[in-house]
């Protein structure tokens, strides 16, 4: 069973690849909680321009799409507060067109070979240095949200009263947004622009039919993401399936497994 | 000098004035109520005190000791997300998060949380799921929280909307029984026959003009004469208040 990680892409992906899931399953609670579920998903559409107009242009393409993923989230999350657009209709706005542009900068340049791994990711993709780039961004994005945990909690639970007591809520809500673009970025390779909200979103769900308090909610989300990552891998390698999608479907599972136990267990109380 | 002290308030929205020439001072000890209509104001200047809204002219000012972040909030119900994961003591320990600046909960912090939950007589539910909770437990849960970032005032946003006479009745007991263990409560309220059996001093809000004084002038002014019950509604009753002012 080990002999899979004998390759060095196989070993690249499982680290870069735990480390997002964890990444998005802390993050996923909070946004899942907050109702900004759908960020991640247009988040990695404009991640997938940006990537696309690198690719054109022969940048790097991660050190292109950080900055406009990140400029991206903030601007998703001053229209969403201030506009008259509705935050899922700016969301909607900014992904699709940010999709179109990437699809057009792709074809145009001759890219269409690699549109594919880019809409539903691949491991191979990724590189060395952008590897060690993820494991250093992932680590930062994980330290953050530790250090910040008890004010990303209040602020979250209840902007207003946060506020009322010295605790800026903008503030939190910009940290939140970028450790979020980050992780996207990250995640972006391997998940696919499809696939990566999914890490984001599904984990929570599931721990939170089970888990009644903040932290033990935090905590299985993180386990359980990790969990469905590392056998989505395992998985698509031995069945030879793509592993963004094996992932995703392995996490849907597992949220389907949750919400039959928590129906259960909700008439057993009964 | 009071702990807060408002001199010609004028508070507004982009799309106009609420109220303006609004001045009244909250004393250590006070158990306000800020009644009106709907529309009035109330939670406007509430979010005003709390620092959360600014004033468009005139002065908010804090005194005797007290800070603006060092006031409890017991927001209104509706403010709370419905299904949100989280136990009793992580709601209430939050409560401590502006007593320091350090990301982790101290020592001091834990027992400020519990004291609290003993003090309004939660401690037995405190791993128990917020939202799972019933209303009335919820807002001692809040109010739990609110004591942890204040031990001289809190602000009370309508908190008996949604609860049961009983309920109703038990919150505002703990209220005045917090009140006279020596923290100032201004508490923002619809049900006036309540505030005038509670509090101290009454803010009322009404449109152009408002009222501000202890209880005993309230009842006497023509604020409250107009929104207090005092005559029987009943049909007989009318009857003998006609016959009786006729004469």
């Keep these: ?270 | 000098m009071s702990y807060i002290k408002c001199t010609d308030l004028k508070m507004g929205y982009e799309d106009g004035v609420v109220f303006e020439n609004l001045s009244f001072s909250v004393n250590k000890g006070d158990y306000l109520c800020i009644v009106g209509e709907n529309g009035s104001g109330k939670s406007t200047l509430m979010k005003g005190l709390l620092g959360l809204v600014s004033p468009l002219s005139g002065a908010i000012e804090y005194g005797d000791g007290l800070e603006k972040k060092g006031i409890g909030y017991l927001p209104q119900q509706t403010d709370i997300q419905s299904d949100f994961p989280a136990s009793v003591y992580e709601v209430v320990l939050s409560g401590t998060l502006s007593l320091r600046k350090l990301p982790f909960y101290s020592k001091s912090q834990k027992k400020t949380a519990f004291e609290n939950m003993d003090r309004v007589g939660i401690s037995d539910i405190k791993n128990k799921c917020f939202q799972e909770l019933s209303g009335g437990q919820q807002q001692r849960v809040l109010l739990a929280r609110a004591l942890c970032a204040t031990t001289k005032l809190i602000i009370l946003d309508e908190p008996i909307t949604g609860l049961d006479p009983l309920a109703s009745q038990e919150l505002y007991d703990l209220v005045k029984t917090l009140n006279k263990d020596g923290i100032t409560v201004v508490m923002v309220s619809h049900d006036i026959n309540s505030a005038v059996t509670h509090a101290s001093h009454i803010l009322h809000l009404s449109g152009e003009s408002y009222f501000y004084g202890t209880t005993h002038k309230y009842v006497r002014s023509p604020y409250g004469e107009k929104f207090l019950i005092t005559d029987c509604p009943c049909d007989d009753c009318r009857h003998q208040k006609e016959v009786s002012d006729n004469a």
């Design chain 1, 1 to 270: 069973m080990l002999e899979i990680f004998s390759y060095d892409f196989m070993v690249r992906a499982l680290i870069v690849g735990t480390l997002v899931s964890l990444c998005a399953a802390l993050l996923g609670v909070i946004l899942v909680l907050k109702r900004y579920s759908m960020i991640g998903d247009g988040l990695s559409h404009v991640g997938f321009g940006a990537l696309a107009v690198a690719a054109a242009a022969n940048i790097a393409p991660l050190q292109v799409a950080v900055p406009v993923v990140l400029i991206a989230a903030f601007c998703l999350l001053r229209l969403s507060k201030k506009s008259k657009l509705n935050g899922d209709a700016a969301i909607a706005v900014i992904s699709s067109s940010a999709l179109a542009v990437g699809v057009i900068v792709a074809s145009v340049s001759g890219l269409n070979t690699d549109l594919n791994s880019y809409l539903f990711g691949s491991i191979l993709a990724t590189t060395d240095t952008d590897a060690v780039f993820c494991v250093v961004l992932a680590v930062v994005v994980i330290a953050v949200f530790l250090v910040f945990y008890n004010k990303i909690f209040s602020v979250t639970f209840d902007e207003n009263f946060a506020a009322a007591t010295g605790t800026r809520p903008a503030l939190y809500n910009m940290i939140i947004a970028a450790l979020t673009a980050l992780t996207i970025v990250i995640g972006m390779r391997i998940m696919g622009t499809l696939l990566i909200s999914a890490l984001i979103i599904f984990p929570a769900l599931s721990a939170m039919r089970l888990c009644k308090s903040f932290k033990s909610v935090i905590i299985v989300s993180g386990i359980l993401s990790v969990f469905c990552f590392i056998f989505g891998l395992i998985l698509s390698y031995y069945f030879d399936i793509p592993t963004g999608p094996t992932v995703v479907l392995f996490n849907c599972a597992v949220l389907l497994i949750f919400f039959v136990i928590s129906k259960i267990r909700m008439k057993l109380m009964m």
